[in-house]
Each structure stands twice: as C-alpha cells, then as structure tokens.
C-alpha cells in the first residue's frame, strides 16, 4: 500500500457514524481539568433504550524514539508509577497538554519527547492513531517514530519526577514484550503498529 493510500485509509478509519444509536439525552456527571464523566442516556439498534458512561479525554501522542549505538538498534522507555493499578510501568515516552488542548500533535510529540527523555529527533514520522479503551472513551493516540536523536536535558512537571528513562537494545525491549514485562496496552500497540511496516 502506497503512503498516500495508507493516508486515505487511515482517514476512512477514523470517520465516525452513528452505527444506529439515537442519543435521548446526555449530562456531564463529573469533571476536572483533565477528565469528564459523561453519562448519556441512549436507544440501541434494537430499539431497547440504556445508559453509557464515557470518559472524556484530549488526545495524547505516544513516541517510540529509535536510535543506535554501536551499531545496534536501541529504544528508549521511561519508567513510571501509575497510581491507579499502584505499579511500576515500562513505556515509550507519551503525554497529553491539557492546558493546550488545540495544539499540533506533532508540537506536542516533540515536546513530550524532550520533557520526558531529553531526546530532540531531526525526524518525527507519524505513523498513526489509536484508540486508548474505545468501549468507555474518546481518547484518541497520535503514534510517532522519533529518529536521528540528540540527547539533551530532560524537563519533567512537577508530577511526573518519578519518572526514569532508559534507552536499551531494541532486541532487550523485544525480550521484554515477549517475557509480559512491557504490560502497557499502549506501548504494545506502538510497537506492533510502527513492526507491521517493516521500521523496526
């Protein structure tokens, strides 16, 4: 499939439809700066009515920075507490600016990319998207290949100084995946989207 067929179809994949659904009424039950909570009272195809909650959330990018050294392939991952299953998680670097919410994905990957690993890559290929959990919310993924990286300071929030990066042998991160130690949904989707054409 050429690029530009790749593009269409990644357009028509994202096009959405009411897939029979009729929505009857709908109230934001809880929110904050970064979440909403909607409950949305709706009539099934089938013609029985019923209640969806959905978590409503920005989109967020998610980078796989692909470098070398000594003429191996490495991968950088950052290592991170994530509160609400109370573990230590394995992932590519990837982040959300709420305070922006219409920022470029593209700005927002490469800035993601420096405050969370230091990394600044000459080339940002966006590879796709993803939908993180479709069945309770609208968050959309922008997937990016960071190459030709230049290793600088990192600039981590306040709330994210927990955070450590790694950059290991692509074959380690591979390991990884395959011994379930790289548990991350999105990570997996990443490496499985950016492995399905031949980039890693």
């Given at each position: 499939?050429?690029?530009?067929?790749?593009?269409?179809?990644?357009?028509?994949?994202?096009?959405?439809?009411?897939?029979?659904?009729?929505?009857?009424?709908?109230?934001?039950?809880?929110?904050?700066?970064?979440?909403?909570?909607?409950?949305?009272?709706?009539?099934?195809?089938?013609?029985?009515?019923?209640?969806?909650?959905?978590?409503?959330?920005?989109?967020?990018?998610?980078?796989?920075?692909?470098?070398?050294?000594?003429?191996?392939?490495?991968?950088?991952?950052?290592?991170?507490?994530?509160?609400?299953?109370?573990?230590?998680?394995?992932?590519?670097?990837?982040?959300?600016?709420?305070?922006?919410?219409?920022?470029?994905?593209?700005?927002?990957?490469?800035?993601?990319?420096?405050?969370?690993?230091?990394?600044?890559?000459?080339?940002?290929?966006?590879?796709?998207?993803?939908?993180?959990?479709?069945?309770?919310?609208?968050?959309?993924?922008?997937?990016?290949?960071?190459?030709?990286?230049?290793?600088?300071?990192?600039?981590?929030e306040s709330t994210e100084e927990d955070i450590?990066?790694?950059?290991?042998?692509?074959?380690?991160?591979?390991?990884?995946?395959?011994?379930?130690?790289?548990?991350?949904?999105?990570?997996?989707?990443?490496?499985?989207?950016?492995?399905?054409?031949?980039?890693?």
């Open positions: 499939m050429t690029e530009q067929n790749a593009t269409k179809a990644e357009k028509a994949a994202d096009e959405p439809d009411d897939g029979g659904y009729v929505t009857l009424s709908t109230r934001i039950a809880y929110e904050n700066p970064w979440t909403k909570l909607r409950e949305d009272i709706i009539r099934r195809p089938n013609g029985q009515d019923g209640l969806y909650g959905i978590v409503e959330r920005g989109d967020f990018v998610v980078i796989l920075p692909l470098g070398e050294k000594d003429g191996e392939k490495t991968v950088t991952l950052i290592r991170q507490f994530r509160y609400p299953v109370r573990r230590r998680m394995w992932e590519l670097p990837m982040g959300m600016w709420e305070t922006r919410p219409d920022a470029h994905p593209d700005e927002v990957a490469a800035g993601e990319l420096r405050e969370e690993t230091g990394l600044i890559a000459d080339t940002m290929q966006h590879i796709g998207i993803t939908w993180q959990g479709a069945g309770y919310s609208t968050q959309r993924g922008h997937v990016y290949l960071a190459t030709g990286l230049t290793q600088g300071p990192n600039d981590l450590t990066c790694h950059t290991l042998p692509l074959t380690e991160v591979k390991r990884m995946i395959r011994d379930n130690e790289i548990t991350c949904m999105v990570t997996l989707a990443v490496f499985a989207m950016i492995g399905s054409r031949g980039l890693i």
